[in-house]
């Protein structure tokens, strides 16, 4: 148990062989459900898979496990705002969680070897001006840890 693992709260021994799949998630406001909610998730690439061949497999498992998944629109996009920002996809997409649409946007970005971050936003209702602004200044704020 040489690995320290980091979290709000302070930090943890990690065993031998276990990875960083964990999950955040942030809402907004106090209701339940919340109308809109934020997440970071981590992940490993399989073994030689690329950015876009990782996001066409989480795709894929998407469109099986969640009924009516439909990808909107696929594009680049940035995470960060200086010198040490890292590059990645976006996906927009919707799907039905019972009789309501979800309308969702995930972003993928590789921060290390073989390890991928994901941030993404749910929401009841089709991104408007104002979300499409939180989304946009949530990726600039990332800042990339330091080690020392």
Not at 14 to 24: E, I, K, Q, V, Y
Not at 106 to 133: W, Y
Not at 136 to 143: D, E, I, K, N, V
Request: charged share 20%; glycine share 6%.
């Amino acid at each position: 148990m040489n690995t320290r693992y980091r979290i709000e709260e302070g930090s943890i021994a990690l065993p031998d062989g276990f990875a960083d799949r964990s999950t955040n998630i942030f809402v907004l406001g106090n209701t339940s459900p919340s109308p809109v909610n934020m997440n970071i998730a981590r992940d490993t690439l399989l073994d030689t898979e690329t950015l876009p061949a990782y996001v066409d497999r989480q795709i894929g498992l998407l469109k099986k496990n969640l009924r009516n998944y439909s990808v909107v629109r696929r594009e680049a996009t940035t995470l960060g705002a200086d010198s040490l920002s890292l590059s990645g996809e976006q996906v927009t997409s919707t799907h039905r969680n019972g009789s309501t649409t979800i309308h969702q946007r995930q972003a993928a970005f590789i921060h290390a070897p073989q390890r991928v971050l994901i941030l993404s936003c749910s929401s009841v209702r089709p991104f408007d001006g104002t979300q499409e602004t939180r989304w946009q200044q949530w990726l600039a704020s990332f800042q990339p840890a330091t080690h020392n």
